[in-house]
């Protein structure tokens, strides 16, 4: 896959910011919201009413082999449960955040990986989205980076709240886990349309030349020179595009920011997966975009003719 940056990484790059978010990706986040009204209003009655009665509610829970080069042997089949873009607000209550995590938890993986955008729009969801996302337990923890929604909403207070409840927060850091006398490399890079990334902080210590999945809550990332050589990506923020229609499929994929959309990727050695996630912004529906809760099993074997997801 040839290497592209895109706008609003360069923007990043350059510390251009508008409110605190970087230009373009202010920009880009206003045609997203404006591509799902018009796409709802496309969609019709109907379709509408499923997306919104239904299929916004109907949890997919995916499982995925992610072969990786060099895996230690004691890591062969640890299981990664990714939770993303809950977005609690007056459009995703309470209860479906609980319900999400209920389904994460019933997973039994190894780890749980919590992708950002925890809530929407207000400071008064971030206590009680966070107490329900302590309730979530694996083995070797639950581990989080904050999106830009996080910091829209309020950052510092979002980190407060995931931290005080014993959840993870990877903000430009990184960790090793360990399984079977084997150590795992694990980094988390904090949002890039906000400026927050730091990958020399994110990655002071981690040796390149063995294993390591990093959590970004933006896919964009595979595009950075920075990524190069991580095995695995984890990332959401597309919702799958939310509202995607046969044959047209979803406006939100004319831009840049959303061309890696759902599913796997790959670019040389370095894979990106990246969730539809849970909850919905702008509008209450999905339709062709079922909310996910995924599943990545690691292998150490790596099969042939692997392709682009």
Not at 74 to 95: C, K, N, P
């Amino acid at each position: 896959m040839s290497r592209r940056t895109a706008g609003g990484l360069a923007l990043a790059a350059r510390g251009v910011t508008i409110g605190g978010m970087t230009a373009e990706a202010k920009i880009t986040r206003r045609k997203f919201i404006k591509g799902l009204a018009a796409a709802g209003a496309l969609a019709g009655a109907g379709a509408a009413g499923y997306g919104g009665l239904v299929a916004r509610t109907d949890y997919e829970l995916t499982e995925t082999d992610i072969f990786i080069r060099d895996l230690p042997a004691a890591f062969d089949g640890f299981r990664i449960a990714q939770v993303s873009d809950v977005h609690h607000s007056s459009l995703v209550g309470l209860e479906e955040v609980r319900r999400v995590v209920g389904l994460a938890n019933g997973t039994r993986a190894d780890m749980i990986a919590l992708t950002g955008d925890y809530t929407t729009a207000s400071r008064k969801y971030i206590e009680p989205c966070a107490e329900a996302l302590a309730a979530l337990a694996a083995p070797h923890g639950v581990w989080a980076v904050l999106g830009n929604h996080d910091h829209h909403t309020d950052g510092p207070a979002t980190e407060r709240a995931l931290v005080t409840r014993g959840i993870g927060l990877l903000d430009n850091a990184n960790t090793r886990l360990s399984r079977g006398g084997e150590e795992l490399q694990l980094a988390g890079i904090d949002d890039w349309s906000w400026a927050r990334n730091d990958w020399t902080k994110a990655f002071k210590g981690v040796d390149r030349a063995r294993p390591t999945v990093l959590l970004s809550h933006q896919p964009s990332v595979l595009d950075r020179p920075e990524s190069e050589g991580i095995s695995l990506i984890l990332s959401g923020h597309t919702h799958g595009g939310q509202v995607r229609f046969p044959l047209v499929g979803t406006p939100v994929r004319l831009s840049d920011e959303f061309k890696y959309l759902r599913g796997r990727f790959e670019r040389e050695r370095t894979q990106l997966y990246v969730t539809r996630g849970t909850g919905v912004i702008g509008l209450p529906l999905r339709l062709g975009a079922r909310p996910e809760i995924a599943v990545l099993r690691l292998r150490r074997r790596e099969p042939e003719g692997i392709v682009e997801g």
